[in-house]
């Protein structure tokens, strides 16, 4: 699921709609059904003599499109929340970042990935399922770098779960903190970068195409798990170029972490 | 019923530690979730119980209550397993509500550390900062006995 989705308010009102519509449709077509035509004017006699020539597949596909659009709108969620949550971590990543320099705010991003256990639309790979287990970006501070990968993490196969994202999600209560990755650049050699993959539990290859694509390669990454209603939901990352960006002794950190995880815990309720 | 409720300080519970992944040496920190973010002590005339309730982030999920011994139950959530009660069968313990404020600390420690045994999917990190949480705000905890 996209970010773009979650923002996409006309779908969302438009599934409301079409819930609706046909909710409403089913009913009338129920009580027409009951209804003795007896003593009603002529046209609505007429009316309620053409519900009898509607087949019963009908009546149940608008019953199956009106539990459709009820779960397209729990899984997009309420688009007004996501701007609120949007909002927060705008707010928040000027806080939780030591040092933020204003004309680099893609350095120092805040991102809210989502679990879902299938994903259809998943990295193929052999020996990987889309019913594996995935984490995708969900919100991400700024508006630029939306575009965001998603990581494995097998509930079924913790060891094979990818990235920080991936260990924090399997590892469930923890917090992890890497502050001084390597610096990697098109220049660094093929031991620089198995070094950084390792450390950072990614693979060669997907350092190797962050480079290729121009991507940055951060040089520090934090974050810890976000539940809602007592369940593991997702993952909550920092992540910055800069090294050592964020210390996590701080009272700053402390504070800014507990306002933020409360005000989005409460926020993820509503979803 | 009102009481009092006592204010944690996160940083005072969150020491972050280094811990080895996967080969990889990282530095952890508990979640926000585990850190209880008030306590408070209460006796509850209605049931006759002493209660330690724990506030966290998150909160209001569904709870069920485990038996710790025939005096102690601890009330955990269904999903997360976090810690949010703990009641104390003060007259079944043959204790008065004098008495609970010496033995009543170290009664309930124990029977956090017992919780990480008695719950399926235990939250070590967060019966661990609960403990120490009756440790150092013991004395305010169990005021309310008096």
């Not at chain 1, 198995?194 to 934090?222: H, K, M, N």
Request: glycine residues 8%; proline residues 4%; charged residues 25%.
């Amino acid at each position: 699921m996209g970010m773009w989705l979650r923002r996409n308010t006309t779908i969302f009102h438009t599934l409301g709609v079409l819930q609706w519509v046909c909710l409403c449709i089913v009913a009338a077509l129920t009580a027409a059904d009951k209804l003795n035509p007896e003593g009603y004017p002529q046209w609505i006699r007429h009316a309620l003599g053409l519900v009898k020539f509607v087949p019963s597949w009908l009546t149940l596909a608008l019953i199956g499109m009106t539990a459709a659009s009820k779960y397209g709108r729990t899984v997009i969620g309420d688009p007004k929340i996501w701007r609120v949550i949007q909002n927060l971590l705008d707010e928040y990543r000027d806080l939780v970042f030591e040092r933020c320099d204003d004309r680099r705010l893609h350095h120092y991003r805040i991102t809210l990935f989502e679990y879902r256990r299938i994903r259809i639309c998943c990295r193929w790979k052999k020996g990987r399922m889309p019913w594996d287990g995935w984490l995708c970006a969900v919100a991400r501070s700024g508006h630029t770098t939306k575009k965001v990968g998603v990581f494995l993490a097998p509930l079924n196969k913790p060891d094979e779960a990818e990235g920080v994202v991936g260990q924090i999600f399997v590892g469930d209560e923890l917090g992890i903190n890497l502050t001084s990755l390597p610096s990697i650049t098109k220049d660094s050699s093929p031991e620089e970068i198995s070094d950084y993959a390792r450390r950072a539990f990614v693979s060669p290859a997907w350092v190797q195409s962050r480079l290729e694509f121009g991507l940055s390669i951060p040089r520090t990454l934090c974050g810890y798990p976000i539940l809602r209603g007592g369940e593991r939901w997702g993952v909550i990352v920092f992540d910055s170029v800069d090294e050592g960006c964020i210390s996590i002794r701080s009272q700053k950190w402390m504070v800014s972490k507990t306002m933020m995880t409360s005000v989005l815990s409460n926020l993820l309720k509503g979803i | 019923m009102s009481h009092e409720w006592i204010k944690i300080n996160p940083s005072e519970y969150d020491e972050p530690r280094t811990e080895t992944i996967r080969g990889v040496d990282v530095e952890v920190f508990l979640s926000p979730y585990e850190i209880p973010r008030e306590v408070s002590g209460y006796y509850d005339e209605g049931v006759k119980k002493f209660m330690i309730v724990f506030k966290y982030i998150g909160d209001g999920e569904a709870t069920e209550a485990v038996k710790e011994d025939d005096f102690i139950t601890a009330i955990v959530g269904r999903q997360s397993h976090r810690l949010y009660r703990l009641e104390l069968d003060v007259h079944g313990m043959a204790a008065d509500l004098i008495e609970l404020k010496v033995s009543g600390p170290k009664r309930a420690q124990a029977a956090i550390d017992h919780l990480s045994s008695s719950v399926a999917r235990p939250r070590r990190g967060n019966y661990q900062t609960a403990k120490q949480v009756i440790a150092d705000k013991g004395s305010q905890i169990f005021a309310a006995s008096q």
